[in-house]
């Protein structure tokens, strides 16, 4: 069986874009980090990899994570706090990671929701079933002046055997970002070739690390720099992560 992640072609350990958008680093408000110490942490090894820029995604779901702007405000404080303390600087954007569900829906309804600098707003399925009004959703989120975002699309398996629906969703305007470590093989086989499919049908259009603990950091350290990771770079040097809000 090869190895893909095993050897690396140079001991490069930095990606090829500055802004990380998808990741779960705010202490203690998710199934992220669940302490200030882990979220410098992580961020100090975004910072290794090369990131200037990191956009927090904490989640937003009905029943499990019902996080408002207050309490994403709350969490991001504690962790400047430690940084400055520890004196590792680095820019930090709010936002965070919406399921679409009935808490989001009053949420949106409200006006109470931290988006993406530039007005890009990141959304989820659930793993287990789409979103039963995505198309109309999408359509309300352009009307109200959003960019929607489809966080991870390979992940939702309930697509694979239908990818038209992939293309018909990215058609309509929903920018779709995949996670690095899909690309990567952190997953499941399945996820991580849709995740290249896309990739080679031009559907990627941000990459995110989707990054909740060191485990998934040394993976993504091992990934950097191997084949595979030049390949990565090649195809997806159009990403707009550099550019959002810029």
Sequence with gaps: MFNFLGKKQNTDTTLFYDTEVHCHILPGI????????????????????GIQRIITTSHVTESTFENTPESIRKAYNELRNALDERGIDIEINLSAEYRMDEYFLDQLKSG??????????????????????????????????????????????????????????????????VNLLSLAGYYQSNIKEMAWKLLENGMVDLIGSDLHHMQHAAHITKFIGSKEYEKLKQKAGNILNNRIGR
């Design 30 to 49: 998710d199934d992220g980090s669940p302490d200030v110490e882990t979220s410098v942490a992580l961020v100090q090894q975004l910072k290794s990899w």
């Design 112 to 177: 109470n929701i931290l988006s993406f600098p530039g007005n890009y707003l990141l959304i989820e399925n659930s793993f287990f079933q789409p979103f039963w009004e995505l198309r109309e959703l999408v359509f309300e989120l352009q009307l109200k002046g959003y960019t929607p975002v489809l966080a991870h699309p390979e992940r939702y398996v309930y697509y694979h055997s239908t990818p038209h629906i992939y293309k018909e969703l990215h058609d309509q305007g929903l920018l779709f970002q």
